[in-house]
Structures are given as structure tokens and as C-alpha cells.
């Protein structure tokens, strides 16, 4: 029998392997994946490493608490934003070539956070730093063109697995510059880690399809205003209310200009975002699993450092720092890590849906478990524990599903907007839980209740149980036609986008 070869290789018949030193391509693959791992944790974990700072940055900067939140909520909202604009110019320029742009305007945006003296000037610094949003999908799109196929699952489910943990770790991160050093060093610490990306990023391969055009920027006008207005609304929430004139009237603008914005995308002929990929089965009923997600997600992120922080006086609180906090939620978001790197040798086995369904399931009976009993340090760190593998494990499988379910070309457009969908799912769930803090508290009694504790983690547990039905009803689909998929044998047709990803790889046995 003849020796099995990878994909792309000179002896396939293909171009040389990707990181075959011999080939003077660059990196090895593990070479190339240390460099994709630096990027996507230098990202993730600026998502929430400030939100230990709150208050420090109010004394620092001499203002008020509404202001400081604008940090987060600029760099949420303009990475909503930016996400899929990245992808888009990565499909059209090269994703190796906006990888590196990403990572050196990450980087300036966090050398100007870690420098300013004012908290207008750190929010600016902070929509610089958003243009990161982009390392995502562009992480994705490299991993899909350089990759040999049989290593494409797992390093995909890896990149997606840092996205989730990387918001536990920040504030891991974030709580130990704070009290050990300054508030400053939270933005230094990206910088380190993006321009030391930056550089590595420069060796790695360039290939793959590109589809040349123009950018639309009409198009990439109402995307902003779209996301812009019903995601301010959202994290005004708090103070606005729910059912405020200005909450609603924001909310509503957002949808129309969205509905206007997709109907143009449908006729321009070089659209930001091309319609008709997003319109696919598979890749819509993703979406709508992935959007509930990242709510829920994002609400454990939230409940479990205020209940760690909250003093044992209230009944329900561990008295912890911002450390301590941080260090609760790392049993749970290295065992996140773990499965996400091992998620798509399970999907090989099981298919895709089996465990995006078994995953959100598993989240859901975590987070019941949290409702039900959240007073004891030893029991949150438990089923925290339970509720990441349930999320990593879902979560990592997501991304194998649309970029096999796209064409290779509109790899950067697809996975940048499945992104953006978990930010908005992360926004929305995020809000929701404040509110729900936020109408507990009274004059008297200036903390959140244990029972709106216990109706959050009630409402996650909602949250994830959608997302699992959603996962039901994601269709088979055969993966779209395409560089890497075109050797799909016909006799897959019905197989699961994951699945059938790898099924149709040279020298890939099917699993039994």
C-alpha cells in the first residue's frame, strides 16, 4: 500500500505542505498555531480585563462609574462592528496580510489605552484596539487555506475555544495587575502579546482563493449605524430601562437599518457580506445557536466574580478580590481550553451536531446547578467546571460547521459574522443579567439579592437550552463547493458539515 499523503503536498501532486521547511514556506504548523494562539488569546482576554477596573479606573481618571463603562462598551459595540469588515478585506486582500494589520492596530490601541491620562482618550484608545474583532475569522481562514486537512478540526476548535476562554482569563488577568501592579499594565500586557503576534505573523504562509473587488463602503455604512444604535441601547440599559423611548426607539432604528442593509448587500454586486451565504441552512441555524450561546456564556462570566466578590455578609458572597475572583473561574476555563482543543476529534467520530447539542446541554444542566445551589466555593467551582466543558465543547465545534459550510472564498465574511453574532448574543445576555441585578437593589440594601442571582443563572439555563434545539434543527448539509471541499465524493452527501469536512480528506479513514 502505498504511503498516505497530505493534502498539498509535492507528493499529491499539490503545492508544498503548509510550514514544510524544506519548502521555505514558513513556520511548521505548530509553528503557525503558536503564532494564531498568541493572536486570539491577545484578544480575547482584552475583552474583559478592564472589567475588574472599574473602580479603579473611576479614581484614577478622576470621573464616574457611567463613564468608565463606555471602555467596555466602545470596545464591544466597534468590535460588533469591525468584525466582519476584517474578514470581508481578508477574503479580498489576503487574511495573513489583515492578520498583521489587525494585530499592529490591537496594538497601537493598546499603547495608547496603557498611555492615556483621560477616560475619553482610553475609550478611543479602546475602538483602536476593537480592529482586533478581525483576528477571529482571520485565524480561521489562515487555518482553512495553510492547515493539512486532518489538523483543520482540532486547530479550529482551539482558536474557538480561546475566544471563550480568553473572557475568563481576562479577568484572571485583569484582577492580578490590579492588585499587584497598575491599572496601566492591562493594556500593556496586549500589547506585548499582539506585537510579539505581529512579528511572528510575518512568516506565515499567504494562499488560498481570494475574490478581488471593491470594498462597499455604502454597505459597510449601514452595518455601523445597524449594530451601532441597538447595541447602545443595550448597554444603556441599565440606566435607560428596558422599556425607555430611547431604549426602544434605538433598538428599532438598529433593526430597520439592518433589514435596509441586508436587502442592499442582496443587489450590490460586490457585497461586505454576501446574503446568500449567510441565508444557507446550515449556517442560519448556527448563527441562531451560536447568538443564544454566547448570552449565556457571557452571563456566567458576569454572576460567578460578583458572587465571589460580593462579602459573606450577604449570605450568598465569598468576600474575594479581584485575584480570587479570577482564580475561581480558572479550573473551569482550563478545562474549557481542553476540550475545545480535543472538539473536533469528536466531531470526526460523532459528527457535528451530536456534540453542539450534547455541549449546550451540558452548559444548560451547569447552569441549573448554579440556580439551584451557588453558596459554597467548592459547588461554583464545580459546576462552572461543567458548564465551560458544556460551552467549549459546542463552542469549538461551531466554527467547523460554517467554514466547511461556506466556500473557501467567503471563509473570512462567514466566520466574521458568526463572531459578531456571539458579541451581540454576549451583549444582549450580558444587559439582561444587570437589569435583573440592578432591580433587586434597593437604597437599604445597595447589592444584588440571592434570588436575582438565582433567576440569571435560571434565565442562562433558558438560554442554553434554546441553543440545543436550535442545534436539532441545524440541517444536514453537504459543505459548500470549494477549494477544500471539492473532493467531497457524492456518496456524502447527507453527512454532517464537520464530518464530512474530514471524510473527504486524502488518507483519512472514515470512522466506523
Not at 229 to 252: F, N, Y
Not at 319 to 332: E, I, Q, S
Not at 377 to 386: H, K, S
Not at 466 to 471: I, T
Request: net charge neutral.
Amino acid at each position: 500500500m502505498p504511503p498516505r499523503q497530505e493534502p498539498g503536498s509535492p507528493a499529491a501532486g499539490g503545492e508544498a505542505a503548509a510550514g514544510d521547511p524544506a519548502a521555505g514556506n514558513g513556520p511548521s504548523v505548530n509553528g503557525s498555531m503558536a503564532v494564531l494562539v498568541m493572536a486570539a488569546t491577545a484578544f480575547s482576554i482584552a475583552q474583559t480585563t478592564v472589567v475588574p477596573g472599574v473602580g479603579v479606573l473611576t479614581e484614577a481618571l478622576h470621573t464616574t462609574p457611567a463613564n468608565v463603562s463606555w471602555v467596555f462598551s466602545a470596545y464591544l459595540i466597534a468590535a460588533a462592528i469591525l468584525t466582519p469588515i476584517m474578514g470581508r478585506l481578508g477574503d479580498m486582500f489576503g487574511r495573513r496580510r489583515l492578520l498583521i494589520v489587525a494585530l499592529l492596530l490591537f496594538a497601537v490601541g493598546s499603547v495608547a489605552a496603557a498611555l492615556a491620562g483621560s477616560i475619553w482618550l482610553v475609550v478611543a484608545a479602546r475602538v483602536l484596539q476593537a480592529s482586533g474583532g478581525g483576528i477571529f475569522p482571520l485565524c480561521f481562514g489562515i487555518i482553512r487555506e495553510t492547515f493539512p486537512e486532518r489538523r483543520q478540526p482540532g486547530a479550529i476548535g482551539l482558536i474557538a475555544a480561546i475566544a471563550g476562554i480568553g473572557a475568563g482569563a481576562g479577568l484572571l488577568v485583569g484582577g492580578l495587575l490590579l492588585d499587584h501592579a497598575s491599572w496601566r499594565w492591562i493594556f500593556w500586557i496586549g500589547a506585548i502579546m499582539s506585537g510579539a503576534a505581529a512579528v511572528g505573523a510575518l512568516r506565515l504562509r499567504e494562499c488560498g482563493t481570494r475574490t478581488p473587488g471593491r470594498i462597499d463602503l455604502p454597505g459597510a455604512l449601514l452595518l455601523a449605524v445597524g449594530l451601532t444604535t441597538p447595541l447602545v441601547a443595550l448597554t444603556q440599559t441599565s440606566s435607560w430601562g428596558w422599556s425607555s423611548p430611547r431604549t426602544l426607539g434605538l433598538m428599532a432604528a438598529g433593526l430597520v437599518v439592518l433589514v435596509c442593509f441586508g436587502l442592499f448587500e442582496r443587489r450590490v454586486a460586490e457585497p461586505l457580506v454576501d446574503m446568500r451565504v449567510l441565508g444557507r441552512p446550515v449556517i442560519l441555524a448556527t448563527n441562531f445557536a451560536t447568538l443564544l450561546a454566547g448570552s449565556c456564556m457571557f452571563g456566567a462570566f458576569v454572576l460567578v466574580p460578583q458572587i465571589a466578590q460580593a462579602p459573606e455578609s450577604v449570605g450568598y458572597g465569598f468576600g474575594l478580590d479581584a485575584t480570587g475572583a479570577g482564580l475561581l473561574l480558572l479550573p473551569a476555563s482550563v478545562a474549557m481550553l481542553l476540550i475545545g482543543a480535543n472538539a473536533g476529534r469528536v466531531s470526526l467520530r460523532l459528527g457535528a451536531r451530536k456534540p453542539l447539542t450534547g455541549g449546550f446541554l451540558l452548559a444548560a444542566a451547569g447552569l441549573a446547578l448554579l440556580a439551584a445551589n451557588h453558596g459554597n466555593e467548592g459547588v461554583v467551582v464545580a459546576t462552572t467546571c461543567v458548564v465551560f466543558i458544556g460551552i467549549g465543547l459546542s463552542m469549538s465545534v461551531v466554527p467547523n460547521i460554517i467554514v466547511v459550510s461556506a466556500p473557501a472564498d467567503a471563509t473570512g465574511q462567514a466566520t466574521g459574522v458568526n463572531a459578531l453574532v456571539r458579541s451581540v448574543g454576549a451583549a444582549l445576555g450580558s444587559q439582561v443579567v444587570a437589569t435583573l441585578l440592578a432591580a433587586s437593589e434597593t437604597v437599604d440594601h445597595p447589592l444584588p439579592t440571592d434570588g436575582a442571582f438565582t433567576r440569571a443563572f435560571w434565565l442562562a439555563t433558558g438560554a442554553a437550552t434554546c441553543a440545543a434545539l436550535a442545534a436539532v434543527l441545524i440541517p444536514r448539509h453537504r459543505p459548500a463547493p470549494s477549494v477544500d471541499a471539492a473532493s467531497v465524493p457524492p456518496t456524502d452527501a447527507g453527512a454532517d458539515p464537520a464530518a464530512a469536512a474530514t471524510m473527504s480528506q486524502p488518507g483519512v479513514d472514515r470512522p466506523a
